[in-house]
């Protein structure tokens, strides 16, 4: 049997009786009618559940959504026979009156508003990162002058993470690299017969540009973002306040090693790109083009440059300072909860890889200008 | 009794959100100092402000002597060597053992060898009852030994005070009990002055000798003094009813 709910006008009550089989599984019955009705000039209403059989919190619920549509039309309200057990559990819903707190900003805002926020938030990000920037470069000062407490180990430890570890991973995606570039450029070379700059394509490219980027990328998804994730789920369990109300600067102590081992490995990790990324080629060229190795090499070193090179590895050791201040500002910057620390995680990559894109266009600029 | 603790007139905020306003109160030389009141009134964010990790709004506390707020972080920093502090959550370093959390407070701020701090990592251990578990990781060790390990880091520096955030929360009524027995011999034998939040009753009214209530409505301190005689001579009925369990 369905819930029932019936409407009895009379001179000054309404009565409302409610029957039948309550249950949340069922939908239960339209309100609307009560709406309407207790706009008419009742004084008071009477809740009778006498013919209530089955009841559950389907019933408590219209019973209290009509409670307070009688507390907005100002009527006075009363029971009768209600079944076992619901009375004290309206009583019990009833009893804390909701609080008086500030509304909430959910839903849509005017846009203007919306974007008057959004840039002033945007300015206070900044002002904050830049805050974080000078800091860390207090922490590495008092490091270089020997004053910043931190473990060794954790420095070792975090020299191998960047380092070491990284190289399966990076030697996998430059060889890739150093492959594709090869394979889409001598389909263009070999129309005209000129399938051996394929070795200088791939020489020039990669130590130039191609190796720091790709390293700078995995490097922001492999370690930056476990930057954010330690570090913000550190904050999550109060291990930085612990630190912090020690005396010991998470700065000292968290960020530091790290920004240290990212920027002394990335160089390196550049360079070792670069060379995956030109075996990449020359597999290319050897295996399918059927250049002879000496004449790959020779084309190679020909094409190489000491400052290609060197370029390749200012952008990398910038894209290390730039990962490792991203997520460890994430990490440091993060709530309070489990969600905060994904976003830290996501913010740390996202980040990073639009600061590399903007530090890559204004370092190709300038080397431009200075004809490097 | 001199008063190690001094707060007067504070007002502590989140943005505009003032959480408490203008509450005074003075924790003296071996008090155990009780800060109790409703879920959400304030007590952890008063703590953050008494150990210097938050600004308060307005106001000021002098912590053993210096000026804490307003004063400088240099001060704050060397104030705070005199206090341990044992979080919520234990607040353990993951990444180290057991040994090395307490020994880092040791090794940053003494210029003891390393085997003395084995010495003294190996008595902290075995004075909360976790002797012989050096290295263990502290995902390795359950809620409650975690609690004590993080209680064995606050007391590393002989400090002079210990705050407590819930000490006693999500422990089994036998071992909040061995942990209320741990702390009062702390104070004890250590001449440690505690300060405490904590809402278990039996604890507060066992071990307490001196607190305040905190009221989420009117956002200030609206009892003061030992809460056993807050409990035979209630100055109002909301903390009645906060020491009788609601009765
Ligand atoms: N980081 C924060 N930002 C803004 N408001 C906060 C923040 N932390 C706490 N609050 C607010 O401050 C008030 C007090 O919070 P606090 O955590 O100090 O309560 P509590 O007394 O420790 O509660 P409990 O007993 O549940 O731990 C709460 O109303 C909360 O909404
Ligand atoms: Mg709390």
Same mark, same amino acid.
């Given at each position: 049997m369905m819930s029932t709910v019936q409407l009895i006008p009379a001179k000054k009550e309404l009565t409302v009786v409610f029957g039948g089989d309550w249950s949340i599984e069922t939908p239960f019955e339209n309100v609307s009618d009560f709406e309407t009705l207790a706009k008419s000039p009742f004084s008071a209403v009477v809740f009778s559940g006498e013919s209530v059989r089955r009841w559950d919190s389907s019933f408590v619920a219209t019973i209290l959504h009509f409670i307070t549509v009688c507390k907005k039309e100002k009527k006075s309200y009363r029971f009768e026979k209600m079944p076992d057990g619901a009375l004290p559990l309206i009583e019990l819903a009833l009893k804390v009156p909701p609080r008086d707190l500030p509304p909430r900003a959910n839903g849509r805002k005017p846009f203007l508003d919306a974007l008057g926020e959004t840039s002033l938030s945007f300015f206070a990000g900044c002002a904050d990162a830049f805050s974080f920037c000078r800091q860390a470069y207090a922490s590495l000062r008092r490091f270089l002058r020997g004053k910043a407490v931190l473990r060794k180990s954790d420095l070792w430890l975090a020299l191998q993470e960047a380092g070491a570890n990284a190289l399966p991973i990076v030697s996998l995606i430059c060889f890739m690299i150093g492959l594709i570039v090869a394979f889409v450029g001598s389909i263009q070379l070999k129309l005209f017969g000129a399938q051996i700059y394929v070795a200088s394509l791939v020489a020039i490219a990669v130590t130039r540009v191609m190796g720091a980027i790709m390293a700078g990328v995995i490097m922001s998804g492999r370690t930056g973002a476990s930057y954010a994730a330690t570090i913000g789920s550190m904050q999550v369990n109060e291990e930085v306040d612990a630190l912090e109300t020690m005396? +010991?600067? /998470?700065?000292?102590?968290?960020? !530091? /090693?790290?920004?240290?081992?990212?920027?002394?490995?990335?160089?390196?990790? !550049?360079?070792?790109?670069?060379? !995956?990324?030109?075996?990449?080629?020359?597999?290319?060229?050897?295996?399918?083009?059927?250049?002879?190795?000496?004449?790959?090499?020779?084309?190679?070193?020909?094409?190489? =440059?000491?400052?290609?090179?060197?370029?390749?590895?200012?952008?990398?050791?910038?894209?290390?300072? +730039?990962?490792?201040?991203?997520?460890?500002?994430?990490?440091?910057?993060?709530?309070?909860?489990?969600?905060?620390?994904? =976003?830290?995680? !996501?913010?740390?990559?996202?980040?990073?890889?639009?600061?590399?894109?903007v530090d890559t266009a204004v370092l190709t600029f300038l080397f431009n200008m200075f004809g490097v | 009794m001199t008063d190690f603790l001094t707060v007067s007139d504070m007002t502590v905020a989140y943005g505009d959100n003032v959480v408490m306003k203008d509450v005074s109160f003075s924790v003296h030389e071996g008090d155990i100092f009780i800060i109790m009141g409703a879920s959400g009134c304030g007590k952890s964010t008063l703590l953050s402000v008494l150990t210097g990790l938050k600004e308060p709004a307005k106001g000021t506390e002098v912590f053993n002597g210096t000026d804490f707020w307003p004063g400088t972080p240099e001060n704050r920093k060397n104030?705070?060597?005199?206090?341990?502090?044992?979080?919520?959550?234990?607040?353990?370093?993951?990444?180290?053992?057991?040994?090395?959390?307490?020994?880092? @407070?040791?090794?940053?701020?003494?210029?003891?060898?390393?085997?003395?701090?084995?010495?003294? %990592?190996?008595?902290?251990?075995? *004075? %909360?009852? *976790?002797?012989?578990?050096?290295?263990?990781? $502290?995902?390795?060790?359950?809620?409650?030994?975690?609690?004590?390990?993080?209680?064995?880091?606050?007391?590393? *520096?002989? @400090?002079?005070? %210990?705050?407590?955030?819930? @000490?006693?929360?999500? *422990?089994? $009524? %036998?071992?909040?009990?061995?942990?209320?027995?741990l702390i009062v011999q702390i104070r004890d034998t250590l001449q440690t002055t505690i300060v405490m939040v904590t809402h278990e009753l039996p604890s507060l009214l066992g071990i307490g000798t001196n607190s305040i209530y905190l009221d989420v409505d009117t956002k200030s301190a609206i009892a003061h003094g030992a809460p056993r005689d807050l409990l035979k001579n209630p100055p109002n009925e909301k903390v009645r009813r906060f020491l009788n369990r609601g009765a």
């Open positions: 005396g +010991i600067s /998470p700065f000292d102590f968290l960020v !530091t /090693p790290r920004l240290l081992a990212l920027s002394l490995m990335m160089p390196f990790l !550049t360079v070792y790109a670069d060379i !995956t990324g030109i075996l990449g080629g020359a597999f290319v060229g050897i295996v399918m083009l059927d250049l002879s190795p000496e004449e790959y090499v020779r084309a190679t070193m020909n094409a190489l =440059k000491m400052r290609h090179v060197l370029v390749g590895i200012a952008y990398g050791a910038s894209y290390g300072v +730039i990962i490792a201040l991203c997520g460890c500002f994430q990490g440091i910057r993060c709530g309070r909860n489990a969600s905060a620390v994904g =976003k830290a995680t !996501t913010s740390a990559v996202v980040v990073s890889i639009v600061l590399m894109t | 104030a705070m060597r005199q206090a341990g502090i044992l979080y919520q959550s234990g607040a353990l370093w993951t990444s180290m053992t057991l040994a090395e959390n307490i020994a880092l @407070p040791l090794e940053q701020y003494t210029n003891l060898t390393a085997a003395e701090i084995r010495d003294i %990592v190996a008595l902290k251990l075995d *004075l %909360v009852g *976790l002797a012989g578990f050096q290295d263990f990781y $502290p995902a390795e060790i359950s809620g409650g030994m975690k609690k004590r390990a993080g209680l064995a880091r606050a007391l590393a *520096l002989d @400090p002079k005070i %210990v705050f407590f955030d819930e @000490p006693s929360a999500g *422990l089994d $009524p %036998v071992s909040s009990k061995n942990l209320d027995d």
